[in-house]
């Protein structure tokens, strides 16, 4: 099994800039891909970009492409989410997750959660 938590999250103002991280443990070696997804009150978790763990290939939502960006640090077995330009409605609780097949932009394929991690973006 492979645990997941997210850190970073907090209050920033529209416009700014925040940066999450993803810290897994575990059995690690077997995550194919890491994603990042975001649920605010009322709505269903959404994609917000996805990271293939053997070549740092990502992709993004079209809502967070061009300010978001995912990266990684090998040594320490963690995920970022450098979030600039934030708007208010990239406020949500955000999550990482952990795939052990899929690169994937469906929660379905994801078999791995964090406890998530609070952005809220003032106007």
């Known amino acids: 099994q492979v645990q997941l938590v997210e850190s970073g999250g907090g209050l920033v103002q529209a416009g700014g800039s925040l940066r999450l991280s993803c810290a897994a443990s575990?059995?690690?070696?077997?995550?194919?891909?890491m994603g990042w997804f975001r649920q605010a009150p009322g709505k269903e978790r959404e994609f917000v970009g996805a990271i293939r763990w053997n070549d740092v290939s990502t992709y993004y939502s079209d809502s967070v492409k061009g300010r978001f960006t995912i990266s990684r640090d090998n040594a320490k077995n963690t995920m970022y989410l450098q979030m600039n330009s934030l708007k208010p409605e990239d406020a949500a609780v955000y999550y990482c997750?952990?795939?052990?097949?899929?690169?994937?932009?469906?929660?379905?394929?994801?078999?791995?959660w964090g406890q998530g991690t609070q952005v809220t973006v003032s106007s």
């Open positions: 997750a952990g795939s052990r097949t899929y690169y994937s932009r469906a929660a379905s394929q994801y078999g791995y």
């Open positions: 575990g059995r690690t070696f077997s995550v194919y891909a």
